[in-house]
């Protein structure tokens, strides 16, 4: 069993910057791959970033040159930093950790909302 406990989300105004942290209950070097999904009302999950245990990263492209996540594997955290928000990356964020056959685990989820 994997804890997840995200923190950073909020409401931030068009433009602004929100850093999302995601803290493992075990050694992230254990885990496949981390990331982030979102979920905006009336839409579907999207997967909007991820990062391998080697460090390898993936995002969205709505999300690329303004989002960049990384991890910090003494702290066992994974970051979402998202600069230059707009009212469209409002959403629920999701954290998850693959670790492949031992299966996959979410966070609670926390709310960015973008808004003047």
């Known amino acids: 069993q994997v804890q997840l406990v995200e923190s950073g989300g909020g409401l931030v105004q068009p433009g602004g910057s929100l850093r999302l942290s995601c803290v493992a209950s075990i050694s992230i070097f254990r885990i496949w791959s981390m990331g982030w999904y979102r979920q905006a009302p009336g839409k579907q999950r999207e997967l909007v970033a991820r990062?391998?245990?080697?460090?390898?990263?993936d995002s969205v492209d709505s999300v690329k040159g303004r989002f960049t996540i990384s991890r910090d594997d003494a702290k066992n955290t994974v970051y979402l930093q998202m600069n230059s928000l707009k009212p469209e990356d409002t959403a629920v964020y999701s954290c998850?950790?693959?670790?492949?056959?031992?299966?996959?685990?979410w966070g609670q989820g926390t709310q960015v909302t973008v808004s003047p």
């Open positions: 998850y950790a693959n670790l492949l056959q031992s299966g996959t685990y």
């Open positions: 990062i391998t245990s080697g460090g390898s990263t």
